[in-house]
């Protein structure tokens, strides 16, 4: 998936901090249609960890079960009222907080692992 602005940007600086958290985790991309020809980035481990979308305004990373996550630096802030999934909005300009979200990878990988 090639974008030239900050979105792409945002997706490359994700996609780094989650193959640090997690070596071995595999990256598809998955649901390419004509409005979006990119498709959507995935990354999983024994199951599915995350969703990179991309959208005008935003990066939404999507964690699939991220309702069982805990989350100390209250990285989610978006789809926080879900029964299983919870998000992270970026937006141009946003910074990550690199080792809080490599925890968060990592506590996911292991949720997948333990189920």
Same mark, same amino acid.
């Given at each position: 998936m090639e974008m030239n602005d900050w979105r792409g940007e945002m997706l490359a600086r994700v996609r780094t901090l989650i193959k640090q958290a997690d070596p071995d985790v595999i990256e598809e991309v998955k649901w390419r $249609?004509?409005? @979006?020809?990119? +498709?959507v980035p995935t990354w999983?481990?024994? +199951?599915?960890?995350?969703? +990179?979308?991309?959208? $005008?305004?935003? !990066?939404k990373l999507t964690f699939a079960k991220g309702a069982a996550l805990e989350d100390p630096s209250g990285l989610f802030n978006a789809s926080l009222e879900g029964k299983a999934r919870r998000a992270i909005d970026l937006f141009e300009g946003?910074? =990550?907080?690199?080792?809080?979200?490599?925890?968060? =990878?990592?506590?996911? !990988?292991?949720? @997948?692992?333990? !189920?």
């Open positions: $249609k004509p409005s @979006n020809p990119a +498709g999983s481990h024994e +199951g599915l960890i995350c969703t +990179g979308e991309t959208y $005008k305004d935003k !990066v946003d910074t =990550i907080d690199a080792k809080a979200f490599k925890a968060l =990878i990592r506590e996911a !990988v292991a949720l @997948n692992a333990s !189920v």
